[in-house]
């Protein structure tokens, strides 16, 4: 789409940076943005484009990702295939430069097959339900920036014996958001299969 830039139209190049352009890029809806001398808008950090961490195998008895960027205001948790070596579920902690924090939050998971389910509550982080084993769960969980820095979760998974697990809750930190641990409610069940990643925007 044709882009003008301090009156001059042309066509935006992948990869490009705006160099000495210091005008005002404009849009048929009105101003956009004010361009910066030197700025790469399509792999900026500031944020807008979903940036994938690096999957870990799911082992021991927690999985930490840390060094989230202050401009991340939604994560997605995700779990592929992923087991417990018990009959625990999983528990995600948000932290900040503070540490993880766990204590405080409002969750709850609902695990159900067919038409009968149990739910599970937890004020130690957001869980997710993972019922029997063999787990083999997978899904995602989601949190979103919703004020401050007060997170809300919804989750949505399948484990492979065709029980659903869902749910949400909510989360005040102390600080900005760094970092996320998946571990399990009882604290020893271990991971025993699968791999965890997350993405952040």
């Known amino acids: 789409m044709p882009v003008t830039i301090d009156g001059t139209t042309g066509v935006t190049t992948p990869g490009a940076t705006v160099g000495a352009i210091t005008g005002i890029l ?11 001398a030197g700025t790469d808008y399509l792999t900026s ?20 990702f840390t060094g989230i960027p202050s401009w991340a205001k ?15 579920s999983a528990l995600i902690q948000i932290g900040d430069a503070g540490g993880i924090e766990n204590t405080g939050y409002d969750s709850s998971t609902t695990a ?11 004020a130690i ?16 969980v989601n949190l979103t920036n919703i004020s401050s820095n007060t997170w809300i979760q919804s989750h949505v998974a399948k484990n492979s014996t065709t ?39």
């Open 74 to 88: 939604r994560i997605t948790v995700m779990f592929n295939g992923v087991s417990l070596s018990g009959s625990s």
């Open 26 to 36: 404009k849009a048929t809806s009105g101003v956009v943005s004010q361009a910066v």
């Open 125 to 140: 982080g957001f869980v997710v339900g993972f019922g029997a084993e063999p787990s083999d769960v997978s899904g995602h």
């Open 163 to 201: 029980a659903c697990a869902f749910g949400g809750g909510d989360k005040t930190l102390s600080a900005t958001l760094d970092r996320i641990r998946i571990t399990t409610v009882n604290g020893t069940d271990t991971f025993d299969a699968g791999t965890i990643n997350i993405s952040y925007e």
């Open 112 to 122: 159900t097959t067919g038409v009968t389910g149990s739910t599970l509550n937890s």
């Open 45 to 64: 950090t500031s944020g807008g484009a979903i940036t994938l961490a690096t999957a870990q195998t799911a082992s021991g008895t927690s999985v930490d």
